[in-house]
């Protein structure tokens, strides 16, 4: 084999492998860890405090009557970010999420300030200067289009080893196909531990597949919500549908 081959052969094999994401997230919501790092191109660069869900089924006295639902925080690696909000109205429980960055957009599960003494109901709450800090990095290394992330060098890593987490979640998932839509939570796949960050992202996609279609026909912006509203309630219209699953 001569040497021009060999080159030949080297750089067709790196064409080959995958470009790893410049930016990763790691978010450990481990009960007594509860801390998210930065990583740039693999160094270390910002670490913080955080909150995630309270690894319950949950009943929640909304405004619109009771929600039940599942407040586990969606775990996985290579979680994709799907949209990134200013403000997102949460018509669940009524008040604003600011600095809101989606990485399961089917579920409504994001990153978003919160208060970090309290677990939430599903989301990652963070102070505001590290939401801030999540949300102005997300959209420095993504293609946007409005709020919609088009493609992205960012990818999140969530961490759960709580004791117990898995069996509680798909005791609470197969629980809620009861009164559910089964593709919601995936029973089967949380309770066999094979969701994979893929499968996340593709029914992330088919929720945002109406708001891709006001944007061509209508030029608005997805998922805009008054930023006015932290605390206060709104009384539902006629044609309102309450969420199965709060984003919070």
């Given at each position: 084999?001569?040497?021009?081959?060999?080159?030949?052969?080297?750089?067709?094999?790196?064409?080959?492998?995958?470009?790893?994401?410049?930016?990763?997230?790691?978010?450990?919501?481990?009960?007594?860890?509860?801390?998210?790092?930065?990583?740039?191109?693999?160094?270390?660069?910002?670490?913080?405090?955080?909150?995630?869900?309270?690894?319950?089924?949950?009943?929640?006295?909304?405004?619109?009557?009771?929600?039940?639902?599942?407040?586990?925080?969606?775990?996985g690696t290579n979680l994709i970010p799907q949209v990134v909000q200013r403000s997102r109205y949460s018509e669940a429980f009524s008040h604003g999420l600011e600095y809101f960055v989606s990485f399961d957009e089917a579920r409504g599960v994001g990153t978003h300030i919160g208060d970090i003494s309290k677990h939430s109901g599903s989301c990652i709450r963070l102070q505001k200067a590290d939401a801030k800090f999540l949300y102005d990095l997300v959209r420095e290394h993504s293609q946007m289009h409005g709020e919609r992330i088009l493609s992205t060098d960012v990818r999140y890593d969530v961490i759960d080893n709580t004791p117990g987490r898995q069996e509680a979640e798909c005791e609470c998932a197969t629980n809620y196909l009861r009164y559910a839509s089964p593709q919601k939570y995936r029973a089967e796949r949380i309770c066999n531990g094979t969701l994979t960050a893929q499968e996340i992202f593709d029914e992330g996609q088919a929720t945002l597949a109406p708001i891709d279609s006001l944007i061509e026909t209508e030029n608005v912006r997805p998922r805009a919500r008054p930023t006015n509203l932290v605390g206060k309630t709104e009384a539902p219209s006629a044609t309102f549908r309450p969420r199965a699953r709060p984003n919070n």
């Open positions: 084999m001569n040497l021009i081959s060999l080159v030949l052969i080297v750089l067709f094999s790196l064409a080959d492998e995958p470009t790893p994401p410049s930016v990763r997230v790691v978010l450990d919501i481990t009960r007594g860890i509860q801390r998210g790092c930065v990583y740039l191109d693999g160094q270390e660069t910002h670490c913080f405090p955080l909150s995630g869900g309270r690894n319950l089924e949950q009943t929640y006295n909304s405004p619109h009557g009771k929600v039940r639902y599942c407040s586990f925080t969606t775990t």
